[in-house]
């Protein structure tokens, strides 16, 4: 599967806000690793409001022909692939943002990216939504939402996960969420009516997550 298709079309209209709030999370001059980075937008954006020291990979060659462009360190590789040729502990954050959802091994990637960063930042579509609940039991079809636009038949997404699904693969793996954030209606909220309230109502959901041995973010 093509990496390019991680940033999938719905993101067009959402790029900024994800941005803004990855952009507000990360310290600057942070050591960064973005993976699926796509045509390095996000990083470069980072490099020039942030400062930060960073890094793309991304299986599609034609987009980081732009991340180099822009004199961006890249990387061509296949994340499902693994990511071997990164040290432990060389980042301190290592971004996933709208990738979760399209890789074969996602188990295997978010491993990996926890091994080489001190946190992560994961950004995904969340599949309880209920307008994706609703369209499903009273439609009786495959489901469609803003964030989630696609025919069954030409969908990237391979991966079907909900934001308590992604909790509870945290707590399996012994990843602590550091800090949670959620679309809901158009806008980020990360207060105690939202968490609890999001695998309803969030389309997307963006974690930063830390290995249980780490201090405090």
């Known amino acids: 599967m093509q ?85 432990d502990d060389a980042y301190d954050y290592v971004i996933l943002n709208q990738t979760l959802q399209v890789v074969k091994h996602p188990q295997i990637v978010l491993r990996e990216m926890m091994r080489i960063g001190r946190f992560g930042i994961v950004g995904f579509p969340n599949f309880g939504h209920w307008s994706l609940r609703t369209g499903l039991f009273f439609g009786g079809r495959a489901p469609k939402s803003p964030a989630l636009p696609f025919e069954w038949y030409n969908t990237p997404n391979i991966r079907v996960l909900t934001i308590r699904d992604f909790r509870a693969f945290c707590r399996e793996e012994n990843l602590r969420i550091v800090a949670e954030h959620y679309l809901i209606l158009n806008q980020w909220r990360r207060h105690f009516l939202a968490r609890h309230s999001a695998n309803l109502m969030a389309h997307i959901g963006l974690f930063v997550v830390a290995r249980n041995d780490e201090g405090q973010h």
Request: glycine letters at 12%.
């Open 3 to 87: 990496h390019d298709r991680q940033r999938v079309n719905y993101v067009n209209t959402l790029t900024q806000t994800d941005w803004d709030m990855i952009t507000s999370i990360i310290p600057e001059g942070s050591r960064v690793l973005d993976l699926g980075c796509g045509d390095c937008a996000l990083l470069g954006e980072l490099v020039t409001r942030k400062k930060v020291r960073g890094r793309g990979v991304d299986i599609d060659g034609l987009r980081l022909v732009d991340g180099m462009a822009l004199g961006l360190p890249v990387y061509q590789g296949d994340l499902d692939d693994g990511l071997a040729d990164f040290a």
